[in-house]
Structures are given as structure tokens and as C-alpha cells.
T-cell receptor
């Protein structure tokens, strides 16, 4: 069982380019999340999905979009990357999405926008 | 404003020594508090979870305490090992959100020297 996988591991991207970060989980969890982690700041929620077919905005959603076509996959898209989106991105999942759930995190994608 | 503050920001100890990390929060209404360990280049991994009624919980050499009245938690690491070098993140959930809203501290970076 792999848990949560993310791809790519790292990426350098020119500003203005479109980029999709992939996230796949094999735990059949209902809820999935995307966070960004910047030096000196705590993890910040970008978007979340409570179940397949539904998505919601987190704390810092601007410039990002997500889709949840099925239970396992939750891609994050940057339509037109900007340097301020340079960060480490973590995908996470939890069984139900309620406050008692433990979130399980993927290994992260390190994105640099030049 | 819901916040989670951790101290110290960084800590260096010698292998075999004990240490205590602190977390203060203002999140309300409180649901639970977790401590996560994040190794360099990895995603966070849950160490402990405590609800309002619990004031201590252990996971091997890690012992977390919670004082819900003063809104403080600590993570005590006993007989530290080199593998304990990591960032330790305090995460608090509120009961107001149906989506398990999490509030992340900025973490304490622990370095264990031989």
C-alpha cells in the first residue's frame, strides 16, 4: 500500500506557464486536501474535497484550481504560475473529513516559479 | 482570531537528553490537538491526538500534555535520538467546521547532535 503519492517530486517552472500537480491515494479516503508550506509559515490550506465530485476553497485558493473526478485522485492546477507560488505543496487525505480524523500527508512537491 | 503559536522556534540538544516543546492556541471551539513530526523533505506524520477530556498521551518516547483551560500543550521527548531531528508541528482542530478545519503552528525545528 503506497498511501499518498505526489508527482512530480520537484519542478522548476517559468512564470505564466500552466502546471498540474498530481495526487493519488489508495486508502479509499473520502476527504482530500492541498496545502502549501512556506519557510517560516505553517501549512496553509489551498483547496479541499469532502468527497468525490465536490470541492471547496481553503485559506489561500487564489491562482489554484482543483477537481475530484474520483475518490483516488485530486489534482491541483496552477493556470498561470507566478513567482509567489514558489512553495512546497502537500496533498493529504482523511477517511471522513471531520475534526476527529487524522490527515495523512504525501511526500510533497517542491515547485519553483521563475 | 484562531491561532497556534509554538516555542521555541528551534532547539538543539545532545543525543540522549530530554526536551519539551510548547504550543499555545486560541482556537475555539476546541475539538482536538495533534502533534505532527515532519522529517526534512517529507510530509508531516501524526504522533499524538488529544481531545478536550485528555490531558496526557504517550507514543513511545513522545509524551504530549494538554491543558484545555489555559489552552496550552507540550510535547516531551525522552532520551532523544538522532532520528528525532525534525520539525514538530502543533495542529489544532475546531468544532465549528464540518470539514475538520485545522490550524497549524509554524513548528519547532529540533536538531539532535551526537
Amino acid at each position: 500500500i503506497a498511501g499518498i503519492t505526489q508527482a512530480p517530486t520537484s519542478q522548476i517552472l517559468a512564470a505564466g506557464r500552466r502546471m498540474t500537480l498530481r495526487c493519488t491515494q489508495d486508502m479509499r479516503h473520502n476527504a482530500m486536501y492541498w496545502y502549501r508550506q512556506d519557510l517560516g509559515l505553517g501549512l496553509r490550506l489551498i483547496h479541499y474535497s469532502n468527497t468525490a465530485g465536490t470541492t471547496g476553497k481553503g485559506e489561500v485558493p487564489d491562482g489554484y484550481s482543483v477537481s475530484r473526478a474520483n475518490t483516488d485522485d485530486f489534482p491541483l492546477t496552477l493556470a498561470s504560475a507566478v513567482p509567489s507560488q514558489t512553495s512546497v505543496y502537500f496533498c493529504a487525505s482523511s477517511a471522513r473529513g471531520d475534526t476527529a480524523d487524522t490527515q495523512y500527508f504525501g511526500p510533497g512537491t517542491r515547485l519553483t516559479v521563475l | 482570531k484562531n491561532q497556534v503559536e509554538q516555542s521555541p522556534q528551534s532547539l538543539i540538544i545532545l543525543e540522549g537528553k530530554n526536551c519539551t516543546l510548547q504550543c499555545n492556541y486560541t482556537v475555539s471551539p476546541f475539538s482536538n490537538l495533534r502533534w505532527y513530526k515532519q522529517d526534512t523533505g517529507r510530509g508531516p506524520v501524526s504522533l499524538t491526538i488529544m481531545t478536550f477530556s485528555e490531558n496526557t498521551k504517550s507514543n513511545g518516547r513522545y509524551t504530549a500534555t494538554l491543558d484545555a483551560d489555559t489552552k496550552q500543550s507540550s510535547l516531551h521527548i525522552t532520551a532523544s535520538q538522532l532520528s528525532d531531528s525534525a520539525s514538530y508541528i502543533c495542529v489544532v482542530s475546531d468544532r465549528g467546521s464540518t470539514l475538520g478545519r485545522l490550524y497549524f503552528g509554524r513548528g519547532t525545528q529540533l536538531t539532535v547532535w551526537p
